[in-house]
């Protein structure tokens, strides 16, 4: 006889909420990665142990707003309503692009792809770059938590069990100015896990450099960002000079840790991430995007 699975889905947040505190509930918002987690034979169903809430229906998880020049969006926003949005930037769109096919696009959600934790989750190197914010709803109010700070390990996060993530900040990105990059190298352009992830953001005042981020995917536990680098280097004028690139190419070098996996060796995936940071700092001119 099938188990039987305890199922919560409440009409609003704060019922959620409520139920989150009295209960260790397992959050379900597209179930994209839950489903692959809990996959169980055919005919057999999947094997789990707490009561499921979902949250993926919640309209007050699925906005999207300005709040000066900053952007919030919901935490159950899907990529097909992201890339159907005007004010989401272009390059979280090409992020979301490379991301599976449009049935997984259709339930995926970019809090699931946060909380998720994978090292190879596509939207992490752009969202480090971008500084995002993390607003984790609970009873108790909400609690505002950077990403570098909220992920901590592969599948392992900084979230309470009565607590949900409600919204993603990304702070000063609809201001002018910025250039940002995004590059997955997988086996073929879309429905592919990532061998390398990478994002660039960079802002410069004619030539100098005022601000400037990058970040790693898939080489590391976490997203690879080193914001002592990138101090070095504001202030410096572009096209930068071959020796302070070679300093933060040999830095990352050592920083650069990734793993012989399934998708990839170990090898392939410095060398790949070396090669875009290069292209990365070697550009000449930075066209605002
Ligand atoms: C065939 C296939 C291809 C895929 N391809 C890619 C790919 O190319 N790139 C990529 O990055 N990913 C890929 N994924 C993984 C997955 O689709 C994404 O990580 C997606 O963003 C997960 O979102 P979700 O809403 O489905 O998360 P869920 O599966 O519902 O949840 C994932 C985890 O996050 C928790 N969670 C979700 N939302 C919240 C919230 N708001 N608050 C608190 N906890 C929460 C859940 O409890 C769970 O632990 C793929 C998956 C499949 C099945």
Same mark, same amino acid.
């Given at each position: 006889?099938?188990?039987?699975?305890?199922?919560?889905?409440?009409?609003?947040?704060?019922?959620?909420?409520?139920?989150?505190?009295?209960?260790?509930?397992?959050?379900?918002?597209?179930?994209?990665?839950?489903?692959?987690?809990?996959?169980?034979?055919?005919?057999?169903?999947?094997?789990?142990?707490?009561?499921?809430?979902?949250?993926?229906?919640?309209?007050?998880?699925?906005?999207?707003?300005?709040?000066?020049?900053?952007?919030?969006? /919901?935490?159950?926003?899907?990529?097909?309503?992201?890339?159907?949005?005007?004010?989401?930037?272009?390059?979280?769109?090409?992020?979301?692009?490379?991301?599976?096919?449009?049935?997984?696009?259709?339930?995926?959600?970019? /809090?699931?792809?946060?909380?998720?934790?994978?090292?190879? /989750?596509?939207?992490?190197?752009?969202?480090?770059?971008? $500084?995002?914010?993390?607003?984790?709803?609970?009873?108790?109010?909400?609690?505002?938590?950077?990403?570098?700070?909220?992920?901590?390990?592969?599948?392992?996060?900084?979230?309470?069990? $009565?607590?949900?993530?409600?919204?993603?900040?990304?702070?000063?990105?609809?201001?002018?100015?910025?250039?940002?990059?995004?590059?997955?190298?997988?086996?073929?352009?879309?429905?592919?896990?990532?061998?390398?992830?990478?994002?660039?953001?960079?802002?410069?005042?004619?030539?100098?450099?005022?601000?400037?981020?990058?970040?790693? /995917?898939?080489?590391?536990?976490?997203? #690879?960002?080193? #914001?002592?680098?990138?101090?070095?280097?504001?202030?410096?004028?572009?096209?930068?000079?071959?020796?302070?690139?070679?300093?933060?190419?040999?830095?990352?070098?050592?920083?650069?840790?990734?793993?012989?996996?399934?998708?990839?060796?170990?090898?392939?995936?410095?060398?790949?991430?070396?090669?875009?940071?290069?292209?990365?700092?070697?550009?000449?001119?930075?066209?605002?995007?």
């Amino acid at each position: 006889m099938a188990e039987k699975i305890i199922a919560y889905r409440f009409d609003q947040v704060d019922q959620t909420l409520s139920q989150l505190n009295k209960e260790n509930c397992l959050i379900m918002a597209g179930g994209t990665d839950l489903m692959v987690l809990h996959k169980s034979r055919r005919g057999v169903p999947p094997k789990i142990q707490k009561p499921i809430i979902f949250i993926d229906h919640l309209s007050e998880l699925k906005r999207m707003y300005k709040n000066g020049k900053d952007l919030h969006i /919901g935490a159950c926003c899907t990529y097909s309503e992201l890339l159907e949005a005007p004010l989401i930037p272009l390059p979280l769109k090409k992020a979301i692009k490379t991301i599976a096919a449009p049935a997984i696009r259709n339930r995926g959600t970019l /809090g699931g792809n946060i909380c998720n934790a994978s090292p190879a /989750g596509d939207t992490l190197p752009l969202l480090y770059v971008y $500084n995002a914010k993390l607003v984790l709803r609970s009873v108790s109010g909400d609690r505002i938590v950077a990403i570098s700070d909220f992920i901590q390990g592969v599948r392992r996060v900084d979230r309470g069990s $009565n607590e949900i993530l409600a919204e993603i900040i990304l702070p000063s990105v609809l201001e002018e100015g910025a250039y940002v990059v995004f590059e997955k190298v997988g086996n073929r352009n879309a429905d592919a896990i990532a061998k390398v992830g990478f994002a660039g953001y960079i802002r410069t005042n004619g030539e100098v450099i005022k601000d400037i981020r990058f970040a790693f /995917g898939a080489v590391g536990p976490t997203m #690879v960002r080193s #914001v002592d680098m990138e101090k070095k280097l504001i202030g410096k004028t572009i096209p930068l000079a071959d020796a302070d690139i070679a300093q933060v190419l040999s830095a990352f070098d050592k920083i650069i840790k990734p793993i012989d996996d399934q998708r990839s060796t170990a090898r392939y995936r410095k060398t790949v991430a070396l090669n875009l940071l290069r292209y990365f700092l070697s550009s000449k001119q930075y066209q605002h995007n």
